[in-house]
């Protein structure tokens, strides 16, 4: 499996099931199902954000459906639909290219516009889901085609319905629906981008080149160094658990005005994971062959290439762990375990 995860595990699988249209996925999923001994069937992205077991023993099923029609709306405004197999960066380059504001701050991120739409891919405050408008599906329960509307899908951060436990296995994403515009809409609120903020005549692809140069000064290459991206989730805190982080904080002799943080809509306290887990130390450490990147510690990576799943585990373990013992937050996987 080692060409279908980013993280470069040289995990077992035995059968694998692609297609490339959309009425193909009946008849694929069939076969997948035919070909499983337990039931068991996973789509696969990109692989951009999946943890392989050393060895995976159901079927694994690739959306292959590639290319997107562009149809303009008034006032600038495009519907685009995209096949799910689409690579997400080459979609955001195009865009960018064309003059559409809306997923620039996307760039770089590895992984396919499917599971963008499943995992809600978000960057540099911009998420996917905010510009999707409904997502073609296969019901794989009730065997047939359906297009869920935005209000159906729940968005959240790092969240959608095809997350929830009651869909586990339900869907396919086939298709995507967005709508983005040529109307000057940049979104530059973190930090390094203000840079940018007062360029005469800014455009998408000049924050596309700033977010690729940030990205480059912070994540390994995905071509270079093994990665699922963020490993964990930012933790988001009630007020009742900041109250209790905050006293474990001051109990350390640390400032809590000093400690990164951020309020959310609803009133809620999310927390860079990659700050806990510097403090406990973990930065730019490595244990067998699994490593905590140098310059971004939630970024979990196959430090030499010839990382175990099961290596990749104890190291989850490990930070999650220390993390718990030090903060009392329990940190939570951002990505996939299959
Ligand atoms: N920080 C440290 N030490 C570090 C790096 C960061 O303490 O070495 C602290 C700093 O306080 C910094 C904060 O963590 O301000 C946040 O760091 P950063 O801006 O790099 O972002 P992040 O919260 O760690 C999230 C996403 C990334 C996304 C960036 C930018 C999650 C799980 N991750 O990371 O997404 O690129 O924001 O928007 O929400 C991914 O999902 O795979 C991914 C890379």
Redesign the pocket.
């Known amino acids: 499996m080692k060409a279908f995860n980013t993280m470069r595990l040289d995990s077992v699988c035995e059968n694998m099931v692609e297609f490339d249209t959309v009425e193909d996925c009946p008849s694929a999923m069939a076969l997948a199902e035919e070909l499983s001994h337990d039931g068991r069937v996973d789509i696969i992205g990109g692989g951009?954000?999946i943890v392989f077991s050393d060895e995976y023993h159901g079927v694994l099923v690739h959306p292959a459906i590639l290319g997107w029609d562009v149809n303009m709306l008034e006032n600038g405004a495009a519907e685009v639909v995209i096949g799910a197999g689409v690579e997400l960066d080459s979609l955001v380059s195009y865009l960018a290219s064309a003059g559409f504001w809306g997923l620039e701050?996307l760039s770089g991120?590895p992984g396919t516009v499917g599971g963008a739409a499943v995992?809600n891919?978000?960057?540099?405050?911009q998420e996917f889901g905010d510009f999707v408008k409904y997502v073609k599906v296969w019901n794989c329960k009730e065997k047939k085609f359906e297009k869920l509307p935005k209000k159906e899908l729940n968005y959240g951060?790092?969240f959608s319905t095809f997350k929830m436990l009651e869909n586990s296995g339900k869907y396919i994403v086939l298709e995507v629906s967005i709508e983005v515009s040529k109307k000057f809409n940049p979104q530059l609120s973190?930090?390094p981008l203000k840079q940018i903020s007062d360029c005469d005549n800014l455009t998408p692809v000049d924050v596309r080149d700033k977010i690729i140069a940030?990205?480059e000064s912070?994540?390994p290459k995905v071509d270079e160094v093994g990665s699922?991206?963020?490993?964990?989730?930012?933790p988001v805190l009630d007020q009742t658990e900041w109250n209790q982080f905050c006293d474990i904080i001051r109990e350390q002799g640390v400032e809590i005005d000093t400690v990164?943080h951020f309020v959310t809509a609803n009133n809620m306290f999310k927390v860079?994971?990659?700050?806990l887990?510097?403090?406990c130390d973990w930065?730019g450490k490595i244990l067998g062959n699994a490593g905590v990147w140098h310059?971004?510690?939630?970024?979990l990576v196959n430090a030499t290439g010839k990382a175990t799943a099961n290596e990749i585990l104890m190291l989850e373990e490990a930070i999650i762990s220390d993390v718990k013992k030090r903060f009392g937050i329990e940190l939570k996987p951002?990505v996939v375990r299959l």
């Not at 891919?121 to 405050?125: F, K, R, S, T």
């Not at 699922?228 to 930012?234: L, V």
């Not at 860079?272 to 700050?275: E, G, I, N, Q, T």
């Open positions: 951009s954000n701050n991120i995992q891919a978000g960057a540099y405050g951060y790092r973190y930090g940030i990205r912070k994540l699922a991206g963020s490993y964990f989730k930012n990164p860079p994971a990659a700050w887990i510097e403090r930065k310059n971004q510690p939630l970024i951002e």
